[in-house]
């Protein structure tokens, strides 16, 4: 069964013993997980990762199958969840279990997933997908959150810290978090403290080196490669950022071939794109066509798998990838 993440309260009313969390918005995630599940509960939480479970499945069997009559409610997380897990799930569907809940938590699963279907063909089950957030949702998100501490805030600034965020309302959340502890009393916020407390999801120079790979920069991409020192966990927001930034060209595209105007295209894009961003985006708008767009977020998509079964080399396949893409 299919249920919307925004349906909170059919969420909280529903009685299943068995959730699939699936999709990119970790934040989202946390939340539903948070209002839904956690807050207020008074039972056992226990948290696993899908190998622990594959690996000791006797064990977890018994674990939900043979209840004490002391044990309190429980929830079990089972993070990383992928079709392996899928036969587990099916002997835990041929009991009837009680007084515990047990939630999967997976990234993006394709539409031929097992796991996702089993959840999704089943009445009994209850498969909860989580979209990454558009820019529109995080700029609203972003705007209440500073409503709340009552301090006003231009429309620039709120486009620099949803910018910053690259779709991820986790990184959202830990931005702010940043601002409400600098204003601390001070009201008077402006682009240059901004500027200094969030961390362009971590790392300027990721925005930078996107753009110049984008841009068909050869030079300055292989520059920034060569004086930044990244690190294996850097690879993914690499990738993220390339994504989000190729899929706003598509869009673009679509746009510049009905006005055939490029300024007109750019400046009345929506969301807005940054003042400083308008000439870099008119580079690029130039030097992708949407076939060759579309081929590249399928070969990001493709990239993402390999580095997460290659970690060790990761930064080596990234950086390859980086420089034949500006070539």
């Not at 957030?133 to 620039?156: A, H, M, W, Y």
């Not at 004086?227 to 690879?235: K, P």
């Not at 708008?285 to 076939?291: A, I, N, R, S």
Request: glycine share 2%.
């Amino acid at each position: 069964m299919i249920i919307k993440n925004f349906e909170l309260e059919k969420i909280k009313k529903s009685n299943f013993s068995l959730y699939l969390f699936y999709g990119q918005n970790e934040g989202l995630k946390k939340e539903v997980l948070e209002s839904c599940f956690i807050k207020n509960f008074k039972g056992l939480i226990e948290k696993y990762d899908e190998k622990e479970v594959i690996e000791n499945q006797d064990e977890m069997h018994s674990k939900i199958f043979n209840k004490s009559l002391f044990e309190k409610e429980k929830i079990i997380l089972i993070s990383r969840t992928s079709d392996k897990i899928v036969n587990f799930i099916e002997k835990i569907l041929e009991k009837n279990v009680s007084d515990i809940k047990i939630i999967c938590i997976s990234e993006i699963l394709e539409r031929k997933s097992k796991l996702r279907n089993l959840f999704e063909r089943n009445s009994n089950l209850m498969c909860i997908p989580f979209y990454a957030d558009d820019n529109k949702k995080l700029t609203q998100l972003c705007g209440n959150f500073f409503k709340k501490i009552n301090v006003p805030i231009s429309r620039e600034i709120l486009n620099i810290i949803v910018d910053k965020c690259q779709g991820d309302r986790n990184n959202l959340n830990q931005e702010l978090g940043k601002v409400e502890m600098f204003i601390s009393g001070n009201t008077n916020v402006n682009v240059s403290d901004i500027l200094k407390l969030i961390s362009l999801s971590e790392n300027y120079t990721v925005s930078e080196l996107v753009d110049s790979c984008l841009s068909k920069n050869v030079k300055d991409t292989a520059k920034i490669l060569n004086e930044n020192i990244y690190t294996n966990d850097d690879c993914m927001l690499i990738l993220r950022t390339m994504l989000n930034k190729t899929k706003r060209l598509i869009k673009l595209r679509d746009d510049y071939d009905e006005t055939n105007d490029l300024d007109t295209t750019v400046s009345n894009f929506r969301p807005p794109i940054f003042w400083k961003d308008k000439d870099v985006v008119k580079k690029q708008l130039l030097k992708w066509d949407k076939k060759n767009s579309s081929q590249l977020i399928f070969e990001i998509n493709e990239l993402e798998k390999i580095i997460k079964k290659n970690t060790e080399n990761s930064l080596r396949i990234t950086y390859d990838f980086v420089l034949s893409t500006a070539n």
